[in-house]
């Protein structure tokens, strides 16, 4: 067996040692070659549940061996408990990548929390009712899983068992009280190769003692646990890649890489104090990908190498031979050992040297453009977040949570603060994703890891991109984020600040338990640049006849955050200014709606105004038959030159649409958030249309506004009920009316809109709209599709073409008047303004005669 050539092995178990005896070194290797059988056939199982890893069984383990003493040389000496506990945990570290480490199998798999929030993430792209997307999806969670948990469930491998054929318990560690003494210390050094070297440091600094009647050494666990990382990272050889293994699995992807650059590997050799590694043959040009991989393994075992080197010379330990590893620092001088050939390896990888102005260009006016309202949105948005992660965590209530919003006067400025009440951020998420710019922390691996369990209580963040967070500094350039974790003591909480802006670095330090969130959460404070009631001002407003005027904060939040299911409070010099409950935009008054989307002060639902609201002005819920909501909204005729409609998404306001008022639910376009599309599907559309067109047919307006609220229920497929469809003859026609009008008639001109004025007519505007009487014999639709033709682009996306035009009603109401019909087109006088006669090109519609319907 190679690992028992090794220096390490020798020392420890069968060269005379002062500190042991023969029986002492005999025992516990004994033990370890007991604990080795038994880990073997429990390794050899990896490459069935995971066959694009490289080599994982017992090889691989026995070469660790060799490579930590390659690392440690003669100098690092082991003695047999050390060396006994360093061998278990190298058994052990990698040997919970299979379900075979899981007694129960797949189904004990599936109870831990980690495959349950894999599962859910990627459950979250299948199709309903797509059987094989589901299926892929559980076996990718079921992977991941395993490598994911691999580590943590190596720490509980000594102490569990396995039924064997006469229903005795079997162990890995055969001797019990070898296992019960050093069991949970071999779990926790093979899982401690999976920290980071701070912990490793934390955890593992201790000395264990020597177990009574079988050995007088103690375990320096620090040590071994260094030299364990070092060994595991050092493997990158060949016997990790065998050429015929790649041909029976075919890897693909990174996996392939892996296989193709190790199966080139030479084993590592020392010189001086660097780990120099070789590889035969050369890479050629296509084999780069491959080579660069190697470049990235390598500087993963020189960082590994360093952090040990300066773990065990801090505390005084005796170092490793190696340091780093010959070459990683630059690709260039990496290839004079792991050769190329036809091509030089350059680091020409992308690189922002302005990072400031990246994030400020990406995150800031450049993408969310100068409104004030994007950064609000962005932080608020990131607020609904944590709340909603804490309500999944701690099964709160689905309304539980808040989100205070102030704007503050102090000594040095004005101040715009937001405080939740969330899950807040450890140090690691404080310093790591929130300032990764394009780095989304709700779609990260560090989020199963610090909310296990999270993704599968069904946590669907509205944060998708990473890039929210900057925003906050086109407010400003000093920016406070205060945070403590929700399960964690004031102690624990943290302030990162920025001073200058994001060509500042940032300064991290202990929160003063003064400005802690009280519940935790956090609190994201910014000093405006620009005074909040000056031109440009968050509260200063001026409208097109220059008039001036300063609103208060609330209605600002208010329209910005208008249908949220968390409660916004809203202070303004620490005077309670209003807020908005969660969810309550389906439970307040039309009025108050419609002022919270214009961004008006709230009206107050005891005034008379919001319990007056007319039946055809009152905005209606949109759902499908299961009860899903899509929207609060009503058809809006009236308004033909400005809009009360609002397309929210997850209760934010996104974009205005026309030809309605209220809110429909939608989806983001673009990454600003500032564009949507609305979800409802075409029938809930047509339905809700067809029941605003019975409301609306016994409405107190004129006619010419049903008319074009009949153009909008025509567009979203509905029925128009008894709402006029075409002016003819001077008036505003139901269908009803029109048909038993035409039946008699051989003949309709049709002109598709209002006729308006155009410049080769031989009036001026002025007397066109002063004088023009349109002809009683030219049939009129009402003015464009369905009013402005950029209103009805989100119509048409959802019905996708179903929907109809006034004209395709009325040609259908032809039909149904004289049977076939034909269309030709001529110019015709359509009415006189100033006594002048106005042409229009107009369609003109007649019965198909017998003698076409026989020729056809």
């Not at 017992?58 to 660790?64: I, M, S």
């Not at 309304?399 to 205070?404: A, I, R, S, T, V």
């Not at 110019?827 to 019965?847: C, D, H, K, Q, S």
Request: glycine letters at 8%; one cysteine or more; proline letters at 5%.
């Amino acid at each position: 067996m190679s690992f028992k050539k090794t220096t390490l092995w020798k020392a420890a178990f069968e060269d005379a040692r002062p500190d042991a005896t023969p029986d002492e070194q005999a025992r516990l290797a004994n033990c370890y070659e007991g604990m080795r059988s038994r880990a073997s056939a429990l390794v050899a199982k990896i490459a069935g549940d995971l066959p694009h890893m490289t080599v994982h069984d017992v090889t691989h383990l026995d070469a660790l061996w060799e490579m930590a003493s390659i690392a440690a040389s003669e100098n690092f000496d082991f003695n047999p408990a050390e060396a006994f506990v360093f061998g278990g945990a190298i058994l052990l570290h990698d040997a919970a990548m299979t379900l075979a480490a899981f007694p129960g199998g797949i189904a004990e798999l599936r109870e831990q929390t980690e495959w349950r929030d894999l599962h859910a993430r990627h459950m979250a792209s299948v199709p309903a009712g797509d059987a094989a997307a589901a299926k892929e999806a559980e076996n990718r969670a079921t992977a991941d899983a395993l490598r994911l948990l691999h580590a943590k469930q190596a720490e509980n491998l000594p102490m569990i068992s396995w039924i064997g054929p006469q229903k005795q318990p079997m162990f890995i560690i055969e001797d019990q009280q070898v296992r019960n003494f050093y069991g949970q210390k071999i779990g926790k050094v093979a899982y401690s190769h999976w920290w980071g070297i701070a912990r490793v440091e934390e955890e593992l600094s201790g000395t264990l003692g020597a177990l009574p009647d079988v050995t007088n050494c103690t375990v320096d666990l620090l040590k071994v646990a260094c030299l364990l990382r070092v060994a595991d990272a050092m493997h990158l050889d060949q016997r990790r890649a065998p050429a015929f293994d790649f041909a029976l699995v075919q890897p693909t992807g990174v996996s392939a890489d892996h296989w193709k650059f190790q199966e080139r590997m030479a084993k590592p050799f020392v010189q001086a104090d660097a780990l120099v590694y070789t590889a035969q043959p050369p890479f050629e040009a296509d084999a780069a990908d491959a080579w660069w991989t190697a470049f990235d393994a390598l500087q993963m075992v020189d960082r590994e190498l360093r952090d040990v080197d300066r773990v065990l010379r801090d505390r005084q330990k005796k170092p490793l031979v190696v340091r780093r590893v010959e070459g990683a620092h630059s690709p260039s001088d990496l290839a004079r050992t792991v050769e190329t050939v036809g091509w030089t390896p350059v680091d020409s990888t992308v690189r922002v040297s302005d990072v400031p102005k990246i994030v400020a260009t990406l995150g800031g006016s450049k993408l969310y453009g100068d409104s004030t309202a994007a950064p609000i949105r962005e932080l608020i948005q990131n607020g609904l977040d944590a709340i909603t992660a804490r309500r999944r965590l701690q099964g709160r209530p689905p309304k539980w949570g808040e989100l205070h919003v102030m704007l503050q006067k102090r000594d040095d400025g004005f101040w715009l603060c937001f405080e939740d009440n969330g899950v807040g951020m450890s140090q690691t998420v404080l310093t790591g994703p929130l300032i990764d710019f394009g780095n989304s922390f709700w779609k990260s691996s560090l989020a199963i890891q610090e909310f296990p369990g999270l993704a599968a209580a069904g946590m669907k963040s509205r944060g998708k991109y990473g890039i929210g967070f900057f925003s906050i500094f086109m407010l400003g350039d000093h920016v406070r984020v205060i945070t403590r974790r929700f399960d964690r003591d004031t102690q624990s909480a943290r302030v990162l600040e920025f001073r200058h802006g994001l060509g500042s670095r940032p300064n991290l330090r202990n929160a003063d338990p003064k400005e802690v969130p009280i519940d935790g959460g956090t609190r994201i404070e910014v000093k405006l640049k620009i005074n909040p009631f000056e031109p440009d001002g968050l509260l200063y407003r001026k409208n097109i006849f220059d008039e001036k005027k300063i609103v208060k904060l609330s209605p600002v939040i208010a329209a910005i955050a208008p249908a949220c299911d968390v409660t916004i409070s809203v202070t303004q010099d620490d005077e309670a200014q209003g807020n908005t409950a969660a969810g309550d935009w389906l439970e307040i008054s039309s009025s108050t709606l419609l002022s919270r989307i214009k961004g008006n002060d709230d009206i107050d639902d005891d005034d008379e105004s919001a319990l007056t609201t007319k039946p055809w002005e009152r905005l209606t819920e949109l759902r499908d038959e299961d009860g899903k909501l899509y929207g609060r909204a009503r058809i809006d005729a009236a308004n033909q030159w400005s809009t009360s409609g609002l397309l929210t998404v997850d209760g934010l306001a996104a974009s205005k649409i026309g030809l309605v008022a209220g809110i429909l639910i939608g989806v983001e376009t673009t990454a600003s958030r500032n564009s949507a599309s609305p979800i409802i599907p075409a029938p809930v559309l047509a339905s809700w249309s067809s029941e605003q067109a019975i409301v609306i047919g016994g409405a107190e307006i004129p006619d010419a506004e049903k008319a074009r609220a009949a153009a909008i229920v025509m567009g979203c497929g509905g029925d128009v009920a008894e709402l006029p469809v075409v002016w003819w003859q001077e008036e505003w026609m139901t269908a009803s009316k029109f048909v038993d009008a035409v039946k008699p008639l051989d003949r309709l001109d049709i002109y598709e809109g209002s006729i308006s004025h155009e410049d080769d007519d031989d009036v001026t505007k002025r007397e066109f709209e002063s004088s023009f009487k349109a002809s009683a014999k030219i049939a009129q639709t009402v003015d464009g599709r369905y009013g402005r033709l950029r209103d009805a682009d989100w119509i048409a996306a959802v019905t996708q073409g179903n929907g109809s035009t006034p004209l395709e009603v009325i040609e259908a109401l032809l039909c149904e008047a004289w049977g076939q019909v034909e269309c030709d087109e001529d110019m015709l006088v359509v009415g006189e303004a100033n006594g002048t006669e106005i042409y229009r090109t107009v369609a003109i519609y007649t019965p198909t005669s017998e003698v076409d319907e026989d020729a056809n």
